[in-house]
């Protein structure tokens, strides 16, 4: 099934059940509200929401109405816990200098907080005061759990997946921005990540989704200029599974943990999902860029619906 968040004036929005082919959509309200109520309680209602969103793919809802992804919130707009990872080789080189990445930086998965306390839809606009900062995009898929045990290994912590989402996590990459991140004590207002409208579960994407590994095709648009396609199966350090295992290698993981890939980076060069990616990288985006990201999967239609972000000033 394929799941959305409606604005409604509220925090956490409405939630609505999507037709497969993102264009339709049914309010949810009789069996819950929110997508969290669900993510704790999923044994019980996610069968439920099977049952309307099988409802909907027959055309056989009776309330249903066209789907506006304009209207959605990020499918969970605010989490417990947002984790950000660098699960794909190349990506993880950009950390060093050669691009080198030495043995002991991959003997354990690389995690690191991020603010959960807000996400935003997915045409929301990138509000920032300084260019200096060096606003990037970050395009990558993400997963959002259920429960997971302390100590859970890779193979079961896979199981506690419940929904694939697509996002976009922006970064700050000026100098400045970066001097202020290692300042000691100090908090950057890092801007909020971004999520397509729908999330879904992995059976949606049937041999796409295998062993804690999304195969399929991510293309990002900058200002209308395509820097992909990328594939979403090639060059992991680490799979899903192992991201998790790690994250609860000490503490157990709620319901409502969002876990990001990182940007994606196959290692071909083919594609990028950031700016600093790119063979001559620029210092940032500009007042008035746009960013496209889009995931198709093996059968060729959009799987998450897109991410349409314009860079703005702040007012």
Same mark, same amino acid.
């Given at each position: 099934?394929?799941?959305?968040?409606?604005?409604?004036?509220?925090?956490?929005?409405?939630?609505?059940?999507?037709?497969?082919?993102?264009?339709?959509?049914? *309010?949810?309200?009789?069996?819950?509200?929110?997508?969290?109520?669900?993510?704790?309680?999923?044994? *019980?209602?996610?069968?439920?929401?099977?049952?309307?969103?099988?409802?909907?793919?027959?055309?056989?809802?009776?309330?249903?109405?066209?789907?506006?992804?304009?209207?959605?919130?990020?499918?969970?707009?605010?989490?417990?816990?947002?984790?950000?990872?660098?699960?794909?080789?190349?990506?993880?080189?950009?950390?060093?200098?050669?691009?080198?990445?030495?043995?002991?930086?991959?003997?354990?998965?690389?995690?690191?907080? =991020?603010?959960?306390?807000?996400?935003?839809?997915?045409?929301?606009?990138?509000?920032?005061?300084?260019?200096?900062?060096?606003?990037? *995009?970050?395009?990558?898929?993400?997963?959002?759990?259920?429960?997971?045990?302390?100590?859970?290994?890779?193979?079961?912590?896979?199981?506690?997946?419940?929904?694939?989402?697509?996002?976009?996590?922006?970064?700050?990459?000026?100098?400045?921005?970066?001097?202020?991140?290692? =300042?000691? =004590?100090?908090?950057?207002?890092?801007?909020?990540?971004?999520?397509?409208?729908?999330?879904?579960?992995?059976?949606?994407?049937?041999?796409?989704?295998?062993?804690?590994?999304?195969?399929?095709?991510?293309?990002?648009?900058?200002?209308?200029?395509?820097?992909?396609?990328?594939?979403?199966?090639?060059?992991?350090?680490?799979?899903?599974?192992?991201?998790?295992?790690?994250?609860?290698?000490?503490?157990?993981?709620?319901?409502?943990?969002?876990? #990001?890939? #990182?940007?994606?980076?196959?290692?071909?060069?083919?594609?990028?999902?950031?700016?600093?990616?790119?063979?001559?990288?620029?210092?940032?985006?500009?007042?008035?860029?746009?960013?496209?990201?889009?995931?198709?999967?093996?059968?060729?239609?959009?799987? *998450?619906?897109?991410?349409?972000?314009?860079?703005?000033?702040?007012?």
């Amino acid at each position: 099934m394929k799941l959305a968040t409606y604005q409604d004036g509220s925090r956490d929005g409405q939630l609505v059940v999507v037709s497969r082919d993102l264009r339709s959509a049914h *309010f949810a309200s009789g069996i819950a509200t929110r997508l969290q109520q669900v993510l704790d309680d999923w044994g *019980f209602l996610a069968p439920q929401l099977e049952d309307l969103s099988r409802q909907l793919n027959h055309g056989k809802a009776r309330h249903a109405f066209a789907f506006d992804p304009a209207q959605c919130l990020a499918p969970l707009p605010r989490s417990g816990q947002w984790v950000r990872s660098r699960a794909y080789r190349a990506q993880l080189a950009l950390g060093w200098p050669d691009g080198a990445v030495p043995e002991a930086a991959l003997a354990q998965p690389w995690l690191e907080p =991020g603010t959960s306390d807000g996400f935003t839809g997915p045409t929301a606009e990138l509000a920032v005061d300084r260019l200096e900062d060096g606003p990037d *995009f970050g395009a990558q898929w993400a997963v959002i759990t259920g429960d997971l045990a302390r100590g859970a290994p890779p193979a079961q912590a896979l199981e506690a997946v419940r929904l694939l989402a697509l996002a976009n996590d922006w970064t700050l990459r000026g100098p400045e921005a970066e001097e202020r991140q290692r =300042g000691a =004590g100090r908090v950057l207002s890092c801007p909020a990540t971004a999520f397509a409208p729908v999330a879904v579960t992995p059976d949606e994407l049937g041999e796409g989704w295998q062993a804690g590994v999304l195969r399929a095709r991510l293309q990002v648009q900058w200002n209308g200029r395509a820097l992909g396609p990328c594939d979403t199966g090639t060059g992991l350090a680490w799979h899903m599974g192992q991201l998790l295992a790690q994250l609860a290698r000490h503490r157990p993981v709620k319901a409502g943990t969002v876990v #990001g890939s #990182g940007p994606v980076a196959d290692g071909t060069g083919q594609g990028v999902a950031s700016l600093a990616a790119l063979p001559e990288a620029p210092a940032g985006l500009q007042f008035g860029d746009t960013v496209r990201i889009e995931l198709t999967g093996p059968d060729g239609p959009s799987v *998450f619906g897109a991410i349409t972000q314009t860079v703005v000033e702040v007012a």
